[in-house]
């Protein structure tokens, strides 16, 4: 039956073509805008695993010019939030801007996050379960000294690699491992041992600062048991002197009701195209049906059902709807790769995922909806009645 | 009605294979352009006849086929081919007496563009629900029989008119049916086609038993038939 479908589309190339690139023009505009959204959710996705059991506290008096006493109010702070209900452990965190201009050697651009020098103690280690991992060289060991691990984009945007050295505030640092991209901020993360954190925290402090604290740090990381009311911490936490904590759970339902939203409508739009290419399939079968007259006059003549004809005539439009969203994917893979490809010149970052479950259901969804397109013309078929057929274009 | 039971009826060699009683057949009946078609005819056809059916254009030939052909129904009367009566007959049982038991030769060749010779031939085989396998093989077998063998996948548009009314008839066979209805079957065809094409409808008719009904405006075809139908405004004719 297919090698007949295919001669019948064939036969008429022309309208064949048109109508499948009409099904491709929308399967373009569904899979482009769609490996968007699969980004997007990666995106949040992976941000909300890294957070889902952890509060994080960042420290909103300090800055690099000096006012260091806030990270002796971030030590209090932690001592107390030990002592809130459903909190398994404080761990305090030194985290600094990597502080090149924009566009300057190690800005990983301006579609990413910001460069930021992480210090984390041992003890957080053991919490980062869905950090993401080192993909080339090692992690950091306690032995080291003048280290870093640098995230995937960093390590493009400083054309650093394992064994390379980068400066951080006028201090070089050999970089002992590259982390996986993982589009969240590690991707542009240049991770050092926690004391040399803290030392460089402090490299800038005016000589005016009577007393340097004794543990410096500028985050905390609050990490809670599974089924802590997080939004309850998160208040308590925000009524302590100079802290500021968000609910990670809320953070990931904002994230999730503004990913929706931005679903919702790009679905929509790439449908349009879809359903307009649709049309084009009804009117392209309805025309067959017509031409055919007196070969479904024939068939039933023969001994054709009713059903019969309409499997006949689906099949046909469902193996349009299967060229046009084969068409459709090939041309979409090549923009998108063309696409990521230029952005990964300019700002590192891959605006597009195409996914294989975006592939599959683009497929799945042309086929369905031009079965659905040629329903119509193909019930007409085969609601004829064969007299009437053979007569009329006899 | 599964083929099976078709393709083997349990009736006797001499029984007739069609049996018209007042058939009447009006065509958009109850509108103004109504037309009486056939007008109260009677007649019945012997298992293994060749009979030709000969008449003016609009004598009501073409609808007495098409009832023959349970490609519709009587207004009033009956019709009974093989034993299924076309006015009480299901659409399902129409659809299965038609796949099965009645072989459709059309003037003009009608056969699929789509298809090839051989898929062609296979056709009412699929849709009398025949397993893929036998009826390739029955349809490789008349396709040999009409001297086709080495046309078997070709397009209809790669055929002569005479090698696709030679494939039209073995499409007709395939189902080893008990009527044979051929309407003009030489009309498009040259005298060496028409002769080839006749000759293998009788060399059927008389070989394999198959009841053979032409319809023809043609005296050189009609000459052939053992039995001559006429038909005039809808009646028949003595």
């Known amino acids: ?394 | 009605m599964n083929f099976d039971r078709l393709s083997a009826p349990d009736a006797a060699p001499n029984e007739n294979v069609v049996a018209i009683r007042n058939l009447v057949k009006v065509h958009a009946a109850g509108s103004a352009t109504q037309v009486r078609a056939l007008a109260g005819i009677s007649l019945d056809i012997a298992r293994g006849a060749h009979v030709a059916v000969v008449g003016e254009s609009g004598s009501g030939k073409t609808t007495l086929m098409h009832l023959l052909g349970a490609l519709d129904r009587p207004t009033s009367g009956s019709v009974v081919v093989d034993g299924v009566d076309i006015g009480r007959a299901s659409r399902a049982e129409l659809k299965a007496l038609r796949a099965a038991r009645i072989g459709f030769v059309f003037q003009g060749f009608n056969l699929i563009a789509s298809l090839d010779a051989l898929e062609n031939v296979m056709l009412p085989a699929r849709y009398a629900r025949v397993p893929a396998d036998r009826a390739r093989e029955r349809a490789r077998r008349l396709l040999a029989d009409v001297g086709l063998a080495d046309r078997m996948h070709h397009r209809p548009a790669q055929l002569s008119g005479g090698q696709q009314q030679r494939v039209a008839i073995a499409r007709a066979l395939v189902n080893e049916p008990a009527l044979v209805l051929a309407d003009e079957p030489t009309g498009e065809l040259d005298r060496r086609s028409s002769e080839t094409v006749l000759g293998l409808l009788e060399g059927i008719q008389r070989a394999d038993g198959h009841t053979l009904v032409v319809v023809t405006h043609s005296e050189a075809v009609w000459k052939r038939a053992q039995r001559v139908i006429r038909i005039a405004d809808g009646m028949l004719v003595a």
């Open chain 1, 1 to 394: 039956m297919l090698g007949a479908v295919l001669h019948n589309l064939r036969s008429r190339a022309l309208r064949t073509a048109l109508t499948v690139g009409g099904i491709a023009i929308g399967i373009v505009a569904l899979v482009v805008v769609g490996s968007l959204a699969e980004r997007l959710q990666t995106i949040v996705g992976r941000s909300n695993a890294l957070n889902s059991n952890e509060i994080f506290a960042v420290s909103t008096g300090f800055d690099r010019d000096g006012s260091v006493t806030a990270a002796d109010s971030l030590n209090r702070a932690a001592r107390q939030i030990r002592r809130f209900g459903g909190v398994r452990d404080v761990v305090a965190e030194v985290i600094v801007p990597y502080g090149v201009s924009a566009g300057g050697a190690g800005d990983p651009g301006r579609f990413g996050p910001p460069a930021l020098v992480f210090g984390f103690p041992p003890a957080a280690r053991v919490y980062q379960t869905a950090a993401p991992q080192v993909a080339s060289g090692r992690d950091l060991r306690p032995s080291d000294v003048r280290a870093a691990v640098i995230g995937a984009d960093f390590a493009a945007a400083a054309d650093a690699a394992v064994g390379s050295t980068i400066a951080i505030y006028g201090n070089s640092f050999h970089v002992v491992g590259i982390i996986e991209k993982s589009f969240t901020l590690f991707d542009a993360a240049i991770v050092v041992p926690f004391a040399q954190a803290q030392a460089l925290m402090l490299q800038d402090v005016p000589p005016t600062v009577p007393a340097l604290p004794r543990a410096p740090a500028t985050a905390l990381m609050v990490v809670v048991d599974p089924h802590a009311d997080t939004g309850l911490l998160a208040r308590r936490i925000n009524l302590l002197t100079g802290l500021q904590a968000h609910d990670p759970k809320a953070t990931a339902a904002n994230f999730a009701s503004v990913t929706s939203i931005f679903d919702a409508i790009i679905f929509g739009a790439a449908l349009i195209a879809l359903v307009v290419g649709a049309f084009s399939i009804v009117n392209t079968m309805t025309i067959a049906v017509t031409e055919r007259t007196r070969e479904i006059g024939i068939r039933k003549a023969i001994g054709a059902g009713d059903g019969d004809i309409l499997r006949e005539f689906v099949v046909e439009a469902a193996v349009i709807g299967a060229l046009g969203a084969l068409a459709g994917i090939v041309a979409s893979a090549l923009i998108i790769t063309y696409v990521n490809a230029r952005n990964a010149d300019v700002g590192n970052l891959e605006l597009f995922a195409l996914t294989p479950r975006l592939v599959g259901g683009s497929f799945v969804f042309a086929v369905l909806l031009s079965i659905v397109a040629g329903l119509v013309p193909a019930l007409s078929a085969a609601r004829l009645d064969p007299t009437e057929a053979l007569r009329r274009s006899a």
